[in-house]
């Protein structure tokens, strides 16, 4: 179960501060029922397959109820897009209520009036979503979205020198901006004045959360699975002597058709040499060198590196994801990626990493985060309650055959995971991801 963690934090005397949402619902005009389930992936497998069993298992639903909410949640990331548009500055978000049978809801600030049931029932009969909740909220996304930034500024200028880290982000479940501070370790003055200034300036829109004291860790290390051809994320990939991290995409050009591993930018970081992977049975072999890496505060964490086939192998990279036997998951090493997508809060997500080997699923915590790195500010990742260990940066972030990001970092020990959303990826390395 995902751990939503508040805290208040009386070392320098701050009271918890707690998003005020309207607790009145209103639900959407038609009886409740189960919206279409998307069509299957292209290979023909189903997409619900590897993860309904262990979602059914972890809530104590049946399995065909476990469907139901998935397929809610495939279509949540493009309603939220035409929703932007739809409800323009009256738009409060929409994230997956994990506390009430994890239910589309979509906020709208002042009254729930014909007007914008009208728009939202439209959007929704648009996605064949007939199941969602519709509340009033205070604070508009644009309103949250300007916060976040003002904080994101803040957080990487008060953490500069500092020996413990904060963090940002958005809670649009709490139709709220979060500032996370660190359980143990010491404020500097600089933080503590920003945290009472964040105070005031947002009131009710602020929430505190926690964060760890050092930031996230950048997840390269080595051990774990490899695959025979084709070449598939959540596959081990090393880079000789000196590191290894997990393939998280295979992605194509825009411009042509040469195909790229997608993984973590701090690995590649320094690394642009000749990058190797391994069959089942050890063998290594060359895959190819970096083509380019980010690792940015403002741009994010991300790097493709080429795939030389023909190769001595044949490496036939394919769109999908190996995915492992886990609490929460089916093995399928064949997992087909159908399509790419945003991210929003509330919705389950899993991964496959080479070091912690055994796929797992959890929920998004936190969107638009701002958090430390590995000593760098990063802004704009996605936070988890995901488990990951070293090794596992790059893995791939995925539900229902869609990719949603991949893995860049986490508190090892601790099942707390950031990750970098995969359309910035598409966008700033000029690459699609195989479908």
């Not at 309207?22 to 590897?50: H, M, V």
């Not at 409800?87 to 929409?94: F, I, K, N, P, W």
């Not at 506390?99 to 914008?116: Q, S």
């Not at 979060?178 to 004045?193: C, F, N, R, W």
Request: with cysteine.
């Amino acid at each position: 179960m995902a751990r939503w963690k508040q805290v208040a934090v009386g070392a320098f005397a701050l009271a918890l501060v707690t998003a005020l949402v309207p607790s009145t619902a209103t639900s959407a005009a038609p009886p409740p029922a189960a919206a279409p389930q998307p069509a299957a992936a292209p290979n023909g497998t189903d997409d619900f397959a590897e993860e309904a069993a262990g979602f059914a298992k972890e809530r104590g639903i049946t399995e065909a109820e476990a469907r139901k909410r998935m397929a809610w949640q495939l279509v949540a990331p493009d309603l939220d897009a035409r929703l932007t548009t739809d409800l323009g500055s009256r738009y409060g978000a929409l994230w997956i209520d994990v506390r009430n049978g994890d239910r589309v809801t979509i906020g709208v600030t002042g009254t729930v009036d014909a007007a914008a049931q009208a728009t939202v029932k439209a959007a929704t009969a648009a996605f064949g979503l007939t199941v969602y909740d519709l509340i009033p909220v205070k604070r508009s996304w644009a309103k949250l979205s300007a916060d976040n930034d003002w904080l994101a500024g803040e957080v990487i200028r008060v953490n500069a020198g500092a020996t413990v880290m904060l963090s940002a982000g958005i809670r649009t479940d709490l139709n709220a901006v979060q500032v996370g501070v660190p359980a143990d370790g010491v404020l500097t003055a600089a933080q503590k004045a920003f945290v009472e200034a964040a105070r005031t300036r947002l009131g009710a829109g602020l929430v505190l959360g926690t964060s760890p004291s050092r930031g996230f860790e950048a997840f390269a290390g080595c051990d774990s699975p490899y695959c025979d051809p084709p070449l598939r994320g959540g596959v081990k990939i090393n880079y000789p002597g000196v590191t290894a991290c997990t393939l998280g995409f295979i992605a194509q050009s825009k411009v042509d058709s040469k195909k790229y591993m997608v993984t973590a930018g701090h690995c590649a970081m320094d690394r642009l040499g000749n990058w190797w992977s391994k069959n089942a049975g050890l063998s290594e072999f060359k895959v190819g060198a970096v083509h380019h890496w980010i690792f940015d505060t403002y741009i994010g964490d991300m790097a493709i590196i080429r795939i030389d086939d023909p190769s001595a192998i044949g490496w036939n990279p394919q769109p999908w994801v190996m995915v492992t036997w886990g609490l929460s998951t089916t093995e399928n090493f064949t997992y087909h990626i159908s399509s790419d997508n945003m991210s929003v809060v509330g919705m389950r997500i899993c991964t496959t990493g080479m070091k912690t080997r055994m796929s797992n699923c959890s929920y998004v915590t936190e969107l638009g985060l701002t958090a430390n790195l590995d000593g760098l500010p990063m802004r704009n990742l996605g936070r988890t309650d995901n488990c990951s260990q070293h090794g596992d940066s790059g893995a791939p972030m995925y539900a229902s055959h869609v990719g949603y990001g991949i893995l860049v970092g986490g508190v090892e020990g601790d099942c707390d995971t950031v990750y970098q959303g995969i359309r910035t990826v598409e966008r700033e390395l000029n690459v699609n991801i195989l479908h």
